[in-house]
């Protein structure tokens, strides 16, 4: 089993900055490719990004294309925690925000293939 923690969420200003956290504890934290997900009200839950495990090819990310030049995902695996930078916030960023663990090392942008879930973090975009 594998327990996360979502933190840092909160309300920001268009155009401005959050960054999400997500501690997570239990099993080996470096073997589990990670997920960021959100939902916003009225709609279903939609992938954000993903990070693979380190290889010796190095560590693999994909991002959804509404968040691709703005949003970055990384891990430290010395600190069992997943993170979120959101530069250039939008209105349309407004949701609750996910992080999301599955039982293998390589990505997946389909929620489904994701074994552990976090309660999630609101993030609200407004001026």
């Known amino acids: 089993q594998v327990q996360l923690l979502e933190s840092g969420g909160g309300l920001v200003q268009p155009g401005g900055s959050l960054r999400l956290s997500c501690a997570a504890s239990g099993r080996t934290f470096s073997n589990y490719a990670m997920g960021w997900f959100r939902q916003a009200p009225g709609k279903e839950r939609e992938f954000v990004a993903t990070?693979?495990?380190?290889?010796?090819?190095?560590?693999?990310?994909y991002y959804a294309d509404s968040v691709k030049g703005r949003f970055t995902i990384s891990r430290d695996n010395a600190k069992n925690t997943l993170y979120l930078q959101m530069n250039s916030l939008k209105p349309e960023d407004t949701a609750v925000y996910y992080c999301?663990?599955?039982?293998?090392?390589?990505?997946?942008?389909?929620?489904?293939?994701?074994?552990?879930w976090g309660q999630g973090t609101q993030v609200t975009v407004s001026s």
């Open positions: 990070i693979g495990v380190i290889s010796w090819s190095g560590i693999s990310s």
């Open positions: 999301a663990a599955r039982d293998y090392g390589t990505t997946s942008m389909s929620s489904q293939e994701y074994h552990y």
